[in-house]
């Protein structure tokens, strides 16, 4: 206890030892293995004190380091509950920028929420989601190992709603096959006359299912087949033995909203946020929007 936290970078990570330890954690956030960081963050470091271990994503940009929330991904966590604070002191003084969520009480607020369902309860959906759920059971409903579908759904629908980077596409295609080829999840298509018309991917790790994505045509939408898809992603969690569903979360309230409709429930996190970039860095940040 209170020993120095030292950062151990990629190429000296012990991946198989990293990965045991994700595993074994008290917290559960498949996110943080050692495979999905590798995709997801552009590089990461493990910042530890021996006693505990944090791993931090980054991207370097112009000489500074800048320690930010990887994709498709809500926070980092932990290995246990010993020294966080220490830990996360050396990384604030390890990075210009630090904008993580992480599941930690103490000197951090606990003021950002996902949504969550307990499995173990009786499910309980809105008058407007049941609706929705029963107008979507004209499609043909199928899992499937080919995600090909959902990543152009995503391509040409959200990812331009919310102004992401086309290598979003390609990210959410290689940590699809990731899960998939390592039988921690599953894919759910919705087909109408035997096209895929949308689909819904779910993380299976430790005893939580966690929502990925869903996306579709806007004509499949209108009939209510997210819905139709994120009902039969909780039953069939439920029904494989999962304790939890979790959606992954939001603090937009519309998004959240939509999650509720399910019987979901907030539960918080914090945010460790920094920012001590120089004004030239912001300067340049904001002309080529990096």
């Known amino acids: ?33 050692s495979w999905v960081l ?23 940009k112009f000489g500074l380091r800048r320690a930010r929330q990887h994709p498709f991904s809500r926070q980092v ?35 950002q929420v996902f949504q969550c369902i307990d499995l173990n309860e009786p499910p309980e959906l809105s008058t407007n989601a049941r609706r929705l759920v029963k107008k979507s059971e004209g499609f043909d409903y199928e899992f499937s190992e080919d995600t090909n579908d959902l990543v152009h759904f995503f391509h040409s629908n959200s990812r331009e709603k919310i102004d992401l980077p086309e290598s979003h596409s390609l990210l959410l295609e290689k940590i699809m ?34 929502y990925l994505i869903a996306d579709g045509t806007s004509e499949a939408k209108k009939e209510g087949v997210v819905f139709g898809l994120m009902k039969r992603a909780i039953d069939h969690a439920r029904e494989l033995g999962y304790q939890r ?12 909203a939509f999650y509720r409709k399910f019987g979901a429930s907030d539960e918080k996190y ?13 300067f340049v940040k904001k002309l080529r929007g990096a």
């Open 245 to 256: 569903f979790d959606f992954g979360g939001s603090n937009v309230e519309s998004v959240a």
């Open 77 to 111: 966590d932990f290995l246990n509950f010993e020294n966080q604070s220490g830990i996360i002191k050396q990384v604030k003084k390890s990075f210009a920028e630090v904008d993580l969520g992480i599941s930690i009480s103490g000197d951090y607020p606990l003021d």
């Open 1 to 33: 206890m209170g020993q120095d936290v030292r950062e151990i970078f990629r190429k000296d990570i012990d991946t198989e030892w990293w990965d045991q330890q994700v595993a074994a954690s008290h917290f559960k956030n498949p996110m943080i293995y």
């Open 270 to 282: 914090s945010r460790i946020v920094q920012d001590e970039l120089p004004a030239w860095f912001k």
């Open 177 to 210: 096959k990731g899960f998939l080829f390592r039988e921690k999840g599953f894919y759910l298509t919705a087909k109408m006359d035997e096209i895929v018309v949308a689909g819904i991917f779910i993380i299976l790790d430790k005893d939580v299912a966690y």
């Open 38 to 60: 590798d995709i997801l963050a552009d590089d990461w470091s493990i910042f530890t004190d021996e006693d505990n271990a944090l791993p931090v994503p980054f991207s370097t």
